[in-house]
């Protein structure tokens, strides 16, 4: 019982040594994710009360209508990041290009970037269904006290060095993984604290569940249209129940607890899918496969695809890990 009281800013420095990098950057790091988020879950739960919810009136780099939260979000997250000197660079999806982030002394000696989706599935707001943050920390590759470069974002997913998502819902809860396992913590509101409630969270090798925008499902490529109808078929098995969000956090973090696929293909319209890699695909691949589950873009591990633009879109199919091998052997 003793475990489940740990906060999380007691597990981050109980786990420091589990880092490569032991030197207290990360853990800075952390908390000052953990901040940010308390002060998004706070907005987040006065939607409705205050005017936070609707469109902010602008589009994002993707043509993505911005909401009001997101922007709020984005700005929480960056100033927070800013503020305490911890990164060297920021990208986030809100914005068309990367941040340099210097110090009070005008220098980049910080060693790490920031990659983020401060508000993913912000329009479900005015509908009161879950949304979250997803981020991913990278060790810069330029050297420390240049300016940071485009290279030091453009880094295969093999290489993160801790990534993770909050989810904003019935309870607001910080999930993520420095490459040794995936804990999560649920906030206790009334005292303003994350404590640990799903310590070494692992994602079943068999599941139940297969989550897909079936609205899209004439486009998908046939490889695909056929593992749905698998997932449908009630001939020689109990057949798969259909669950979708369309809330990215929401719907991975609930196959993570109860077993299943998450699928965003590509389409004929949009053959590279809708999710982007550097700040959705690849944090959540990295903590799937932590979690012992499989992430791929139908042909290779996400993990290993090489980036070439900050903004850039894959498909992905990921979760229990015999079901992506069952979708891959359609494909």
């Known amino acids: 019982m003793e475990e489940r009281y740990t906060t999380l800013g007691e597990f981050i420095i109980k786990k420091q040594q589990d880092f490569a990098y032991s030197s207290g950057e990360l853990s800075r790091l952390m908390n000052s994710i953990r901040l940010a988020s308390k002060i998004v879950a706070q907005k987040v739960n006065q939607a409705g009360l205050v005017d936070i919810t609707g469109a902010f009136g602008s589009e994002n780099i993707q043509g993505e209508q911005q ?37 009070a002394d005008g220098n980049n000696n910080n060693k790490y970037v920031l990659l983020m989706d401060p508000l993913d599935g912000s329009s479900n707001i ?11 920390v990278y060790r810069r590759i ?37 490459g040794n ?35 899209n499902f004439n486009q998908f490529q046939q490889g695909v249209k056929d593992y749905i109808s698998f997932c ?23 196959n993570i607890l109860k077993g299943g696929i998450y699928m965003y ?10 999710l982007r890699l550097l700040y959705e695909c690849n944090p959540f691949a990295m903590i799937i496969e932590q979690a012992g589950g499989k992430a791929t873009d139908g042909h290779q591990r996400i993990l290993e695809i090489e980036p070439t633009e900050l903004h850039q879109r894959v498909p992905i199919f990921c979760g229990s890990k015999n079901m992506v091998d069952k979708l891959e052997s359609y494909l």
């Open 126 to 136: 005015d509908v009161n269904v879950s949304v979250g943050t997803i981020f991913s």
């Open 265 to 274: 293909p590509g389409t004929t319209s949009k053959p590279n899918g809708k």
């Open 181 to 215: 396992g995936v804990n999560g913590f649920t906030l206790d509101p009334s005292l303003g604290t994350f404590f640990l409630s799903h310590p070494d969270m692992k994602i079943s090798a068999n599941g139940s569940i297969f989550s897909v925008n079936e609205g």
């Open 67 to 103: 909401q009001k939260l997101d922007v709020f979000a984005n700005e929480v997250f960056i100033q927070t990041l800013i503020n305490r000197e911890i990164v060297c660079g920021i990208a986030s999806e809100e914005n068309d290009d990367f941040i340099t982030v210097c110090g």
């Open 232 to 254: 449908k078929d009630d001939s020689n098995k109990k057949p798969y129940s259909g669950r979708y969000i369309g809330s990215l956090v929401a719907d991975v973090h609930r």
């Open 142 to 178: 330029s050297e420390p006290g240049t300016p940071v470069t485009q290279a030091d974002f453009l880094q295969k997913g093999i290489h993160q060095v801790a990534a993770g998502y909050v989810i904003y819902g019935s309870s607001t809860m910080l999930v993520y993984t420095t």
